[in-house]
């Protein structure tokens, strides 16, 4: 079956300038998480999803980062005034309910601001 | 938040068993130990899950004593394509925390 996937698969964008980030998750899985990676680091949790509402968004860095799942099923990671320090791989995961569930992660989305 | 260590890097030759040992002295009750892997440029992927004792799947066994402080995962006759970063953690009520992980190079 289809597994989670990202889009895009990398975004190159300038200093300053707003991105959003998609991930659609395994149809039926009501939790959603999104993830930050930089290089030889692991993942960073960042915010997770029961259904349309954020469970948890205690890795959210500072108010520039956002993430919406309006109908509990696509979730978008929406960045304003990117900057330098933002470029990383973005990780989104899925599983059927709570956390304790196996998490299925897409492919990430890479995100370079020059 | 909860926190595991696990060595930075492992090496093993192809065929062998390879055991890497995670330590998490503060597990909560309420929390399972979970291994993932992470292939590079992929995101990581479920390899096993266990409370305690031990637990056997298609790829891979978890060894936990009856104390929870640690795990072992082990993975039999490793070949070149388990070469990856495996990553230790707790799933339960809190965020998943990924450390830097066990680095494992197969060699042939």
């Known amino acids: 079956g289809a597994g989670v996937s990202q889009t895009p698969s990398n975004k190159v964008t300038e200093k300053g300038k707003y991105v959003e980030l998609r991930c659609d998750p395994i149809s039926g899985h009501t939790a959603l998480y999104w993830y930050r990676q930089s290089l030889g680091q692991g993942p960073e949790f960042l915010i997770y999803f029961q259904g349309t509402g954020a469970a948890d968004d205690s890795g959210l860095p500072n108010d520039r980062f956002f993430a919406v799942r309006p109908e509990g099923s696509v979730s978008t990671l929406k960045i304003q005034r990117t900057e330098r320090g933002d470029s990383a791989m973005y990780l989104c995961?899925?599983?059927?309910?709570?956390?304790?569930?196996?998490?299925?992660f897409g492919p990430g989305t890479r995100l370079t601001v020059l | 938040l909860a926190k595991t260590t696990q060595p930075i890097s492992m090496d093993s030759y192809e065929g062998q068993e390879v055991n890497i040992t995670c330590s998490h002295n503060?597990?909560?009750?309420?929390?399972?130990i979970t291994w993932y892997q992470q292939f590079p440029s992929q995101g990581p992927r479920f390899i096993i899950q266990g409370y305690k004792t031990k637990v056997t799947n298609e790829v891979a066994s978890l060894f936990i004593p009856a104390d929870r402080k640690s795990s072992t995962l082990s993975l039999p006759r490793v070949s070149l394509s388990d070469t990856a970063v495996y990553y230790c953690l707790f799933s339960g009520n809190t965020p998943l925390v990924f450390g830097k992980g066990t680095r494992l190079s197969v060699i042939a």
């Open positions: 995961a899925s599983s059927l309910n709570r956390q304790y569930n196996e998490q299925f």
């Open positions: 503060n597990i909560a009750t309420n929390d399972y």
